[in-house]
C-alpha cells in the first residue's frame, strides 16, 4: 500500500509545531546602517549542546531528487538544531515528522515559497535536504562539536511525497 503525502505550502501558522520559518514577511525588522540596510532580525536561534558544542555556519551543494519522492528515511539531530536558507530565489521540499515516543510520526511535506527558509529544533525528525528541478545551494547553520549528533530512521515501507 503506497502512503502518499501531499506537500502543503509552508507558513508561519502550519510550520510553527515543527520548528521556524525563515523570511523577510512580518514585522521582525528594522532600518540599520543609515537607513542602508533593513535587518530583518532573530529569525531563529541556534541551539548546540553538548560536549564542545559550537554553531557552524556552512554552504551545501544539493543534488534535486526525482518526484513523486519515495521517503525512506528521515533523521534528527539531538544536540543541536539545523537552519537552510537557499541562497537562489527557488522553492525546495521540507518534510517533518513529530517523535511518536522516540520515532517519526506520520511526515508532514511543506513546498517553500522562492527565499523562505526553515530552521529545525533540535531533536525534530526530518527529511533530506531536496531541492527541486535544479541544482540548489543553502547557506546552513548547525552544531558542531563531540558527540553523536546524527539519528537516522529508516521507513519500513515508504512513503510517497507528491507536489501540488
Not at 520559518?21 to 536561534?45: F, M, Q, S, W
Not at 525528525?125 to 546524527?150: C, K, M, S, Y
Amino acid at each position: 500500500m503506497t502512503r502518499i503525502i501531499t506537500a502543503r505550502r509552508l507558513t508561519r501558522e502550519n510550520f510553527a509545531p515543527f520548528g521556524d520559518v525563515l523570511d523577510t514577511a512580518g514585522d521582525g525588522h528594522y532600518p540599520i546602517n543609515a537607513g542602508k540596510c533593513e535587518r530583518y532580525h532573530a529569525l531563529a536561534r541556534p541551539e548546540a549542546a553538548g560536549p564542545g558544542g559550537h554553531v557552524l555556519i556552512s554552504i551545501f551543494k544539493a543534488t534535486p531528487y526525482a518526484f513523486p519522492l519515495k521517503l525512506t528515511m528521515v533523521e534528527r539531530h539531538p544536540l543541536g538544531s539545523q537552519a537552510f536558507m537557499p541562497l537562489s530565489p527557488r522553492p525546495f521540499l521540507v518534510v517533518v515528522c513529530p517523535d511518536d515516543n522516540g520515532v517519526p510520526g506520520e511526515p508532514h511535506a511543506f513546498l517553500t515559497e522562492p527565499g523562505q527558509g526553515v530552521n529545525y529544533p533540535r531533536n525534530l525528525w526530518h527529511g533530506v535536504l531536496t531541492p527541486i528541478g535544479e541544482p540548489q545551494d543553502f547557506l546552513v547553520v548547525d552544531r558542531g562539536g563531540a558527540g553523536n549528533n546524527l539519528q537516522e530512521f529508516f521507513f519500513p515501507e515508504p512513503y510517497e511525497i507528491a507536489l501540488p
